[in-house]
């Protein structure tokens, strides 16, 4: 194909807050582009795809204060974890965008002043109920609590009231214009039952919606007006535009603006379903093609998320099982769309029997025979038979369905299908018993066929697979022998005989561990996590040893007078193997003081001192700085 003449296809994700670190919820969504691009470059598409990160704001402003930062320290931290996290996910994204790249400043205050000189933008005073925790004004319906306070519906904490000077873009002006757009593309918003919800919520009117704000000082500011910096919606939601070359790169803008799709969790439906279009119908840009709300991932049936202070961590299960597990359980999990609830229960349970049983078996097996029966290397395989053909039919079949439910974003059925598949080749090896017609040399050319046959279907699931499982996938690529890189070979030219008859099989390697869920979740606790509080609840302190002499009758306990400020306690502990007493006087040590008194061989400890053990000895840690005893830990 001409590089010219292939459909672009835009994807993007949410532009992540850099307020804290990714956890699985934000995995999700960059997940679920990473597949679909990935299809799409196998079905020749000319794909963009872009992430990255929403800097600005009264969140990221906060959060960075709370760390003694400055946000941009933050932010800069914070893109370096996101993006180890996608490289460690495999995540293949086109451009990864920062908010506070100058280019994006610079284009997010081109189209502000553009709506402004239209007239789509003017200057009031706006006075509502603002939640700093979402960036988001409360809708006006939101009720009061008793306390004659408003709470946020979406993280449940308490609004502010904020009265200030702001300008306004005028919303209320495109209620009309976004209905009809609605009206003429039904599938602008996916699942459908969100369209409906938009239409609805657009349907009951719209306000103008304040877009800059003068108590924020960590934001883009306006050119002709530095007391404002415009809203962190405002600035986020025009990434898309920037990130492909808007203003910067015009060939690059015009091959791939609309956006093809918009990926974002339903969270900020509102904000991608109306806002956006409608600042795009006033600058004069084309609409996207579809905003897709998928699900939330829940944790104890209540959405993951840093403020409730209940997000799990991603790198707890890639450490064990690298990016491809993790991938594939989100993706199968729930339809696009739904929530679902994460435990690691079900996880461990749907990787150990789809991953590591059905498919890793199944390809641990057949290479295994392929390799003791004919040296890796099928030369002349028998006739196909009835039933050889059925396998191969039901592949083309399976290709068609699988492309399908891909071009519709259903990921999961198609990984139902693809699963269905692979049990039908492990019941064909088992129907056929290969293993005991191994034991005849008349049947070998009968062998051949059913190993290549299935080692044919092998192939073809390995590249199904592929934008779900991209690691092990092109591993397994590999050991089928296969040179050629597998997203070398176009959708449409991927058929059941493309594996070569005389082709050089490999020894199959172990391509999904099984983790047995009680040693997984020993290891997880073993990371047994505390919160501050319980942190701050341990009094430690620096410790002066005016006495130690060794307890008698031990080889390792040493009895010490401590001096902890202002008074001395008594501690025993056991490091007499790697110090003399005599060495330890006048050592300053951290000690914690609030342990309960414990009595060691009849002697009284009130304390402990703090030491690593290497080795089964206890090294003490050592001030690089003189400090007085008594000073406090922390
Ligand atoms: N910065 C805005 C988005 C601006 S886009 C122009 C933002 N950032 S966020 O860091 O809060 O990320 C929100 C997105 O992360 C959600 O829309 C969703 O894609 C993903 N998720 C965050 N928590 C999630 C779950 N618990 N479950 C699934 N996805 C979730 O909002």
Redesign the pocket.
């Known amino acids: 194909m001409e590089e010219n003449s292939r459909t672009s296809f835009f994807i993007t994700t949410?532009?992540?807050?850099v307020n804290d670190i990714p956890h699985i919820?934000?995995a999700?969504?960059t997940i679920i582009a990473d597949a679909i691009s990935r299809f799409k470059k196998l079905a020749g598409y000319d794909v963009f795809f872009l992430t990255g990160t929403?800097e600005h704001g009264q969140k990221v402003e906060k959060a960075a204060q709370e760390k003694g930062m400055n946000p941009i320290q933050l932010a800069d931290n914070v893109v370096v974890r996101f993006k180890k996290l996608w490289d460690a996910l495999d995540i293949a994204f086109d451009s990864f965008i920062r908010t506070t790249q100058p280019f994006h400043e610079q284009g997010v205050q081109k189209i502000f002043q553009k709506l402004k000189d239209k007239g789509d933008i003017y200057k009031g005073i706006y006075e509502g109920w603002y939640c700093v925790s979402d960036e988001t004004f409360l809708s006006e319906d939101v009720p009061l609590e008793d306390g004659g306070h408003k709470i946020c519906a979406d993280c449940g904490k308490k609004a502010n009231v904020v009265s200030e000077e702001c300008y306004f873009f005028k919303l209320s002006a495109y209620e009309k214009p976004l209905i009809d757009f609605y009206q003429k593309n039904p599938t602008f918003v996916r699942p459908k039952s969100r369209m409906n919800e938009v239409v609805s919520f657009v349907r009951q009117g719209l306000k103008d919606l304040s877009i800059t704000r003068t108590t924020v000082k960590w934001g883009i500011s306006l050119p002709d007006d530095s007391a404002h910096t415009i809203y962190v919606w405002f600035d986020?939601?025009h990434?898309y535009l920037t990130g492909i070359g808007y203003d910067r790169d015009p060939q690059l803008f015009d091959k791939y603006w609309p956006a093809t799709l918009h990926l974002?969790?339903k969270?900020?439906l509102r904000h991608h379903a109306v806002f956006w279009p409608a600042f795009l119908i006033a600058a004069g840009f084309p609409l996207p093609k579809t905003v897709y709300a998928?699900g939330?991932?829940l944790k104890d049936e209540t959405?993951?998320?840093k403020s409730k202070g209940n997000v799990l961590d991603p790198w707890t299960i890639l450490n064990v099982f690298g990016p491809d597990p993790l991938r594939y359980f989100l993706l199968r999990e729930i339809p696009i769309g739904l929530d679902g609830n994460f435990s690691h229960e079900g996880f461990i349970h749907r990787v150990n029997s789809d991953l590591a049983n059905d498919l890793g078996n199944l390809a641990q097996r057949l290479l295994t025979m392929i390799h003791n029966y004919f040296g890796g290397q099928i030369n002349t395989p028998g006739e196909e038979t009835d039933k050889d053909k059925k396998l191969r039919l039901s592949f083309d079949t399976l290709k068609e369905k699988v492309g399908h439910h891909f071009e519709d974003y259903a990921i999961n059925k198609a990984l139902e299908e693809i699963w269905v598949y692979i049990n039908a080749v492990n019941k064909y090896l088992a129907d056929n018993e290969p293993w005991k017609l191994s034991k005849d040399d008349s049947q070998r050319a009968r062998l051949g066929r059913i190993l290549y046959q299935a080692a044919c279907a092998l192939r073809g699931i390995c590249y199904l697979l592929y934008p779900v499982l991209p690691e092990s996938s092109q591993k397994m690529w590999q050991l089928l022998g296969e040179k050629k890189p597998l997203e070398e070979e176009l959708y449409s030219e991927l058929a059941f005989f493309n594996l070569k008859r005389d082709q050089k099989i490999h020894k199959p390697k172990p391509l999904f561990p099984r983790v047995d869920l009680k040693d997984f979740l020993k290891e997880e606790e073993s990371m047994d996590i505390i919160t501050f509080d319980d942190f701050k609840r341990m009094d430690f302190r620096v410790g002066e040893i005016i006495e130690a002499e060794r307890v008698e009758g031990t080889d390792k306990l040493v009895k010490m007078q401590v001096n902890i400020g202002k008074e001395t306690r008594q501690m025993i502990a056991g490091i007499a193997d790697k110090y003399a007493p005599e060495e330890l006087m006048g050592k300053k040590v951290v000690v914690i003081v609030n342990l309960k008194t414990a009595v060691i061989r009849g002697i009284e400890s009130q304390g402990m001192l703090l030491a690593a053990e290497v080795g089964g000895k206890a090294i003490i840690p050592v001030f690089t700085e003189d400090v007085p005893a008594g000073a406090k830990v922390r």
């Open positions: 949410p532009i992540y807050y919820g934000h999700y969504t929403d986020a939601l990434n974002i969790g969270d900020i998928h939330w991932w959405k993951m998320s």
